[in-house]
């Protein structure tokens, strides 16, 4: 699995003129998933994004994470994380298939869930307009399979 993760003061996610996610102050994530991502690369990485602490401190560090600071979670589905970008037109053979993705990406979700957060979704494999508002700016790529 794969996850590019902004600090956001806000985001939302459009389908088809309608809002149907929305969060103030927390993550934005970008979620890949991979062929061979087990249920395990789906906990643990849930587990390393919740207890993330890029949040500023009273003194300006980055030392608070996401229930310090009362954030939330936008999770998005992105296939193309994992783009064969040899050539000039990107192939997605590593990406999951839907019937493994969709059951990793609701495990994902509901392992954010568990951990106590409010999390807002898009909807799996629909086209989507994610807009953010990058806090920071700070932005970070997290690999399970590194």
Same mark, same amino acid.
């Given at each position: 699995?794969?996850?590019?993760?902004?600090?956001?003061?806000?985001?939302? *996610?459009?389908?088809? $003129?309608?809002?149907?996610?929305?969060?103030?102050? $927390?993550?934005? *994530?970008? #979620?890949?998933?991979?062929?061979?991502?087990?249920?395990?690369?789906?906990?643990?990485?849930?587990?390393? %994004?919740?207890?993330?602490?890029?949040?500023?401190?009273?003194?300006?560090?980055?030392?608070?994470?996401?229930?310090?600071?009362?954030?939330?979670?936008?999770?998005?589905?992105?296939?193309?994380?994992?783009?064969?970008?040899?050539?000039?037109?990107?192939?997605?053979?590593?990406?999951?298939?839907?019937?493994?993705?969709?059951?990793?990406?609701?495990?994902? %979700?509901?392992?954010?869930?568990?951990?106590?957060?409010?999390?807002?979704?898009?909807?799996?494999?629909?086209?989507?307009?994610?807009?953010?508002?990058?806090?920071?700016?700070?932005?970070?790529? #997290?690999?399970?399979?590194?």
């Amino acid at each position: 699995m794969r996850a590019v993760i902004t600090r956001v003061s806000s985001a939302n *996610v459009e389908i088809d $003129g309608a809002v149907v996610g929305k969060i103030n102050n $927390g993550f934005l *994530v970008l #979620l890949g998933i991979k062929d061979t991502d087990t249920r395990d690369n789906a906990v643990r990485l849930a587990s390393k %994004i919740c207890n993330l602490r890029v949040f500023a401190d009273n003194e300006g560090k980055m030392n608070l994470d996401l229930k310090a600071v009362g954030g939330s979670l936008l999770i998005i589905s992105q296939f193309t994380l994992y783009a064969d970008t040899k050539s000039r037109r990107p192939g997605f053979t590593t990406a999951a298939k839907p019937d493994v993705a969709i059951p990793l990406y609701e495990l994902f %979700i509901s392992e954010c869930r568990n951990a106590g957060f409010t999390v807002e979704t898009g909807i799996f494999g629909a086209m989507m307009n994610v807009s953010s508002v990058n806090e920071g700016p700070v932005t970070i790529v #997290l690999d399970e399979n590194d």
